[in-house]
């Protein structure tokens, strides 16, 4: 028995096994195999309607931590003429959570054979999955901008996804649009509007973060903090055990016109990129509050270029 057919069995076989995500987990350990083999198995499983149907959530996750192998079959497989519906979600998902950039004509095929938002060009009411506009984000093509514009102005469509595939895309027409919206936003979508705008890196959009502090009673303001130092390079001192209204209150009245200080520069660090260490007064999270890891780009933009 060669070693390629060594490890089809042994992956099937783990598979098969009572506790699957176990036995996936061990037959991955960096002193068994080399990930390409079991990447060309994987594909080779997937590939078959048997196995596929059988296997599929657990092969999209194991593609997951095969690295650039794996990178390399998702792209195979996402190309595969008459993909259904719900495989092309997985890998999809698959392929953001790695980070990957699709090829733009590949994605376009996708958003053709998906339900359009409003402003679309399918015309079947809906919007598209999550994971397509994710994946349109880290495509690294601005052609996408436009679509992705258009959910902004949907409720019920992934806005909070579509803003910062826009900053993900560096689209600076879309900032207005975006820090318009802040008002009209809450909860993670206020985060991802907020977000984007700093990933945009569009100063255009310092005066509507300061309006959004000063008309908004919103407690959670960190985000909006961070992408103000981001954005002007000015980092006004803070509180550095405020927490909740009394944290809120600070960073409105440092923010607050005339009441803007520069924080002194550590060595080695600059305004635009504060310190995050235990030390950093104006960029540190107040006790109780979301950290910003939580809702920021899951990957950067693409591999070509992480992520969400």
Same mark, same amino acid.
Not at 149 to 169: I, K, M, N, V, W
Not at 234 to 239: E, N, Q, V, Y
Not at 246 to 253: K, Q
């Given at each position: 028995?060669?070693?390629?057919?060594?490890?089809?069995?042994?992956?099937?076989?783990?598979?098969?096994?009572?506790?699957?995500?176990?036995?996936?987990?061990?037959?991955?350990?960096?002193?068994?195999?080399?990930?390409?083999?079991?990447?060309?198995?994987?594909?080779?499983?997937?590939?078959?309607?048997?196995?596929?149907?059988?296997?599929?959530?657990?092969?999209?996750?194991?593609?997951?931590?095969?690295?650039?192998?794996?990178?390399?079959?998702?792209?195979?497989?996402?190309?595969?003429?008459?993909?259904?519906?719900?495989?092309?979600?997985?890998?999809?998902?698959? *392929? $953001?959570?790695?980070? /990957? &950039?699709?090829? =733009? @004509?590949?994605?376009?095929?996708? %958003?053709? +054979?998906?339900?359009?938002?409003?402003?679309?060009?399918?015309?079947?009411?809906?919007?598209?999955?999550?994971?397509?506009?994710?994946?349109?984000?880290?495509?690294?093509?601005?052609?996408?901008?436009?679509?992705?514009?258009?959910?902004?102005?949907?409720?019920?469509?992934?806005?909070?996804?579509?803003?910062?595939?826009?900053?993900?895309?560096?689209?600076?027409?879309?900032?207005?649009?975006?820090?318009?919206?802040?008002?009209?936003?809450?909860?993670?979508?206020?985060?991802?509007?907020?977000?984007?705008?700093?990933?945009?890196?569009?100063?255009? *959009? $310092?005066?509507?973060? /300061? &309006?959004?502090? =000063? @008309?908004?009673?919103?407690?959670? %303001?960190? +985000?909006?903090?961070?992408?103000?130092?981001?954005?002007?390079?000015?980092?006004?001192?803070?509180?550095?055990?405020?927490?909740?209204?009394?944290?809120?209150?600070?960073?409105?009245?440092?923010?607050?016109?005339?009441?803007?200080?520069?924080?002194?520069?550590?060595?080695?660090?600059?305004?635009?990129?504060?310190?995050?260490?235990?030390?950093?007064?104006?960029?540190?999270?107040?006790?109780?509050?979301?950290?910003?890891?939580?809702?920021?780009?899951?990957?950067?933009?693409?591999?070509?270029?992480?992520?969400?």
């Amino acid at each position: 028995m060669g070693d390629h057919d060594t490890v089809r069995v042994r992956l099937r076989a783990a598979l098969c096994a009572d506790d699957p995500w176990t036995a996936l987990y061990a037959l991955h350990s960096p002193n068994t195999d080399r990930p390409g083999p079991l990447a060309e198995a994987v594909e080779e499983l997937y590939r078959s309607e048997t196995d596929h149907t059988a296997f599929r959530p657990y092969l999209t996750w194991f593609l997951r931590s095969l690295g650039e192998p794996g990178d390399a079959v998702l792209l195979r497989l996402l190309a595969m003429p008459g993909l259904a519906g719900d495989d092309g979600k997985d890998l999809l998902r698959t *392929a $953001v959570l790695r980070g /990957l &950039r699709l090829p =733009a @004509e590949l994605l376009r095929t996708y %958003v053709q +054979d998906a339900p359009a938002s409003s402003g679309g060009n399918a015309g079947t009411g809906g919007s598209p999955a999550p994971e397509l506009v994710d994946a349109m984000g880290l495509s690294g093509d601005p052609s996408f901008a436009p679509l992705l514009g258009a959910l902004l102005e949907d409720s019920a469509a992934p806005r909070g996804r579509a803003a910062l595939a826009l900053g993900r895309l560096g689209a600076r027409a879309w900032t207005a649009p975006i820090a318009g919206r802040l008002s009209e936003v809450t909860g993670l979508d206020h985060t991802a509007f907020t977000v984007a705008l700093e990933l945009m890196g569009d100063p255009a *959009a $310092v005066p509507h973060l /300061l &309006r959004w502090l =000063a @008309e908004s009673a919103e407690e959670r %303001v960190y +985000d909006v903090h961070h992408a103000l130092v981001r954005l002007t390079g000015r980092d006004p001192l803070l509180p550095e055990r405020a927490s909740g209204a009394a944290y809120a209150a600070a960073v409105r009245a440092a923010w607050a016109d005339g009441r803007i200080e520069r924080a002194p520069q550590r060595c080695g660090t600059s305004l635009s990129s504060p310190a995050r260490g235990p030390g950093s007064l104006s960029t540190k999270a107040p006790a109780g509050s979301a950290s910003p890891s939580t809702h920021r780009r899951p990957a950067p933009p693409g591999r070509a270029g992480t992520g969400a």
